[in-house]
């Protein structure tokens, strides 16, 4: 009986023990919560329990990360009961927010570097006992950008030890910020001997961390062309960011391994062209350079900002030939270690002066063969065309013209080029004169209409020059000015006269080998016809028409023409009338010639409308020289 009753004393206590279990209070926290710094933190407690929540005491502590440290409480409500610790760090900064039955928000705005604590919410259900949960605030600052600075001086890369090359520094961050070198996108790793860095953190009052890192390297070579940077790495909320810095180059030194002599353009070189040579040199700081011309000193210029050389202007062919650049190693420890060297051949092309031969003037009788040659030294090949008179007449170096005629007289000229140079040019010229009788080739005259006075110009080949003389049908009224031009083979020659009726004029041209000659007929503008009476010898009357221009010498010609016309109108008035409605006056030669000597002005001859053919002809004849006219 007391076993049994043992029994269930002993069931009812384990009964007791798991209600109160059952009705146990439970929190719930986030392990962490990160915010920058000036932002707004919030840390959430959610708790459970039977009975009513906002029973419920609740209170906040904060204690630094680590399991010994000491909490503080800082913040404890109770129902409408909201009391924060007046003597905390958070006072002013701190609030607390029930967003809904068992949830509860810690609120820190703004957040500062002395809240990265642990911060613990203890929910109290008093009969159903006590829970507690922590959450880990974490705050970030991101640094600023990195600076980079590198070494004043260049670098030997004969230094036996890694040498300073930049400086990295990374200012204002928070946790600790990372730093990394790079050489061309590549990062550097430490290695003894070779790659060094340096790093100095230093914490100002705000707690915000400073890093400074010093890159030490030993330099080859290829580094001259490289690019050096760091890079910044840290934490922010939820990750990591990283920025860089600008690219720098470091400055190499070494000694020179080759040097190149060369041509800036690649084009054919003539007599007066500028020329331009550099000397390009691979150490560094640029060795001492010396020019020279085929083993003789010349003057060196700095021709760009870091390139040496020489300037050639209006070159001659004398400067051709072999050009060098020698740079000397300061360095060398030997003395006598072989100097670094680079040349290269400079060919200046020319064009000399033609040289045409036979010497002109060249002399031929007609029938004759004629060979003449053209040359000019050059550097290159040439090609030769002859010209006369503008036009092309023979192509390569030797003219030959066959049977010459008084047409081949003339000036010849043949043009030198050079087909890979077109800059070259040269020419010469040859005076041919064919001998032989004279031969007109032309004879013109100007627009009557013009002018009272015209020229008449005749065009004469042959050698030796002709004499020019002209003639005339009216020997008596032959008036005219000549004037010779000699002409390469000839002659040119011209004759004004006065154009006051129309006459026949003859070019005769002669030289020791015999004469030519042409004629040319002068027909002034026709005047208009209107009736005039003439008497003759014969009883014929001939109407002469007025002149239609305005004679030069102005108004007393006019009068006394007017004058023997009412003389002759009141003497044959009534003969001619009558004679004139029979239409028996006759228009003989002798009326005309009558009426001509009556005229007392030679200058007021008016001029006849002719119709007789065979009275040119006689006049011709006259002129000519093989018949006289009637």
């Not at 003969?575 to 002798?590: D, E, T, W």
Request: glycine share 6%.
């Amino acid at each position: 009986m007391a076993a049994s009753s043992g029994f269930v004393l002993a069931g009812l206590y384990i009964l007791v023990l798991s209600s109160q279990s059952w009705a146990a209070v439970k929190v719930n926290m986030e392990d962490r919560v990160e915010v920058s710094l000036g932002q707004r933190a919030e840390i959430s407690c959610l708790y459970e329990m039977d009975s009513d929540p906002s029973t419920a005491i609740i209170q906040w502590f904060a204690r630094a990360p680590g399991s010994n440290s000491a909490r503080q409480q800082i913040y404890f409500m109770e129902n409408l009961v909201r009391i924060p610790q007046l003597d905390s760090p958070f006072t002013g900064r701190i609030t607390v927010e029930e967003r809904s039955p068992g949830s509860v928000v810690l609120i820190l705005d703004p957040v500062q570097l002395l809240d990265e604590l642990m911060f613990i919410c203890q929910v109290d259900g008093k009969a159903q006992g006590k829970q507690e949960g922590s959450t880990y605030l974490r705050v970030f600052r991101s640094p600023e950008i990195p600076r980079i600075e590198k070494a004043d001086s260049g670098i030997h890369i004969n230094e036996p030890d890694p040498s300073k090359i930049a400086s990295c520094e990374v200012r204002n961050g928070y946790p600790l910020p990372n730093i990394t070198w790079y050489r061309d996108l590549t990062p550097l790793q430490v290695s003894e001997g070779d790659v060094g860095v340096v790093n100095l953190v230093t914490r100002a009052t705000n707690n915000l961390f400073t890093v400074r890192s010093d890159l030490y390297l030993k330099v080859r070579k290829e580094d001259k062309d490289a690019a050096f940077y760091c890079e910044s790495s840290y934490f922010v909320p939820d990750g990591m960011a990283m920025t860089e810095s600008i690219r720098i180059n470091v400055t190499v030194h070494y000694p020179p391994t080759y040097v190149q002599l060369s041509r800036l353009s690649t084009d054919l070189v003539k007599e007066g062209d500028d020329v331009e040579m550099i000397c390009f040199v691979d150490g560094n700081p640029s060795p001492p350079l010396t020019f020279k011309h085929n083993g003789e000193d010349v003057d060196g210029q700095m021709l760009s900002a870091d390139q040496e050389g020489v300037l050639l202007r209006n070159v001659k062919r004398s400067d051709g030939g072999t050009y060098s650049c020698t740079a000397l190693d300061l360095e060398a420890l030997d003395p006598d270690s072989p100097e670094l060297e680079n040349s290269l051949k400079l060919q200046v092309h020319y064009l000399d002066p033609a040289v045409v031969l036979p010497e002109d003037p060249m002399v031929l009788f007609q029938g004759a063969d004629l060979e003449a040659t053209c040359n000019a030294v050059s550097s290159l090949k040439t090609h030769t065309v002859w010209y006369k008179d503008g036009r092309d007449v023979s192509e390569g170096h030797v003219l030959r013209l066959g049977n010459v005629s008084l047409d081949t007289s003339g000036e010849y000229r043949c043009v030198v080029t050079t087909p890979d140079l077109p800059g070259l040019r040269t020419e010469g010229s040859l005076q041919v004169l064919v001998q032989g009788q004279p031969q007109i080739t032309d004879v013109t005259q100007e627009d009557i209409e013009l002018s009272l006075s015209v020229n008449l110009t005749c065009v004469v080949l042959g050698y030796p020059i002709p004499s020019i003389t002209w003639g005339s049908s009216d020997q008596e009224d032959f008036n005219g000015l000549s004037r010779d031009t000699p002409i390469l083979g000839g002659v040119i020659s011209t004759l004004s006269v006065k154009a006051t009726s129309t006459q026949s004029f003859v070019c005769e041209a002669e030289n020791e080998f015999g004469k030519d000659s042409r004629s040319v007929m002068l027909e002034p503008i026709k005047p208009e016809t209107t009736p005039a009476p003439a008497t003759s010898p014969s009883g014929s009357v001939t109407v002469k028409p007025p002149r239609r221009k305005v004679q030069k010498e102005g108004s007393g010609v006019i009068i006394a023409v007017l004058i023997i016309c009412v003389l002759l109108l009141a003497i044959l008035g009534s003969v001619l009338y009558f004679l004139y409605k029979k239409g028996k006056i006759p228009c003989g030669r002798s009326g005309k010639q009558d009426l001509t000597k009556e005229k007392s002005n030679k200058d007021a001859i008016v001029m006849e409308m002719k119709t007789d053919k065979s009275d040119e002809a006689v006049l011709l004849q006259g002129v000519n020289g093989d018949r006289k006219a009637p």
